[in-house]
């Protein structure tokens, strides 16, 4: 496989994570020349003043982690981190609405939808996988294409359990290939990246994405 760094968003999104960490994640993301760096709301500015014009995507987190804040909330972080410099938002959903049965998940997701795609961004959808069952997953990546997500992303990191080589197979299968699949959650090694991207993933949420780039080009030299 070429460019496996194209496939890696380098994450810093711990609950500790400080300046010091951010400007790390930045520089290892310039040096790797990763797909994205993934950070808090917070710092999206710093990093966009770090990455300058360099062909790395700053990506942002949007009612995270739990998803359950107010729509109007989730449209106003929306639009301070474009306004901030966020050139792709994942957004986490509402699970509290969808396992209440509610139609506003859909509902909610295309407003998020217009927001990121009248700034001509892109929207990822954080369904939070290790809560739903088959019957929901097929569900929710139903939801997240009718409402014009342009990628379906499995985890926050902070469940139970995050990626699974099944579960990505899974949505590849029930998702039509105009709609991407972002892998998160407890990827640390490159074989396990390397899993993902044969199941189907389009992008790799990591914070291990500077080992997982060593152990790519050791093997690889």
């Not at 797909?35 to 300058?52: E, S, Y």
């Not at 700034?119 to 088959?134: G, M």
Request: charged share 25%; glycine share 8%.
């Amino acid at each position: 496989m070429k460019n496996l760094n194209r496939y890696i968003e380098h994450t810093a999104l711990q609950p500790t994570v400080d300046e010091r960490a951010i400007d790390t994640a930045v520089n290892q993301a310039k040096k790797y020349s990763f797909r994205g760096v993934c950070i808090p709301p917070f710092w999206v500015k710093k990093a966009k003043r770090g990455l300058g014009e360099l062909d790395i995507q700053i990506v942002t987190v949007v009612g995270f982690p739990l998803g359950y804040s107010m729509t109007q909330t989730k449209v106003f972080e929306a639009k301070q981190a474009i306004e901030d410099g966020a050139d792709e938002l994942d957004v986490v959903w509402s699970i509290s609405a969808f396992k209440s049965g509610m139609n506003w998940p859909k509902i909610e997701l295309a407003q998020m939808a217009k927001v990121c795609h009248d700034a001509e961004r892109l929207l990822k959808v954080i369904i939070e996988t290790a809560y739903l069952s088959e019957e929901e997953l097929l569900l929710a990546c139903n939801i997240c294409t009718d409402a014009g997500a342009d990628f379906v992303k499995t985890s926050t990191g902070f469940a139970g359990k995050g990626a699974e080589v099944d579960t990505i197979k899974r949505m590849r299968e029930m998702l039509p290939s105009q709609v991407g699949i972002k892998a998160s959650g407890g990827i640390k090694t490159l074989d396990q990246a390397l899993a993902m991207i044969n199941a189907g993933a389009d992008r790799i949420g990591t914070s291990s994405g500077h080992l997982i780039m060593e152990a790519w080009l050791d093997k690889n030299h």
